[in-house]
């Protein structure tokens, strides 16, 4: 998700429309998010 976030970043940087930068920067913080907290726990219970 990050790698994508920055070829549309790039991408809106070279071409022009800022949608794509918008887009670009969003899917970078999202993506960073996502990899930084876990999702549903990260202990896990052995029974």
Avoid: D, E, H, K
Avoid at 21 to 42: K, Q, R, Y
């Amino acid at each position: 998700m990050v790698v994508l976030g920055l070829i549309l970043l790039i991408l809106g940087l070279i071409t022009g429309p800022s949608i794509l930068v918008t887009i670009g920067l969003i899917l970078i913080v999202v993506g960073l998010i996502l990899n930084f907290v876990p999702i549903g726990g990260s202990s896990r219970r052995v029974w």
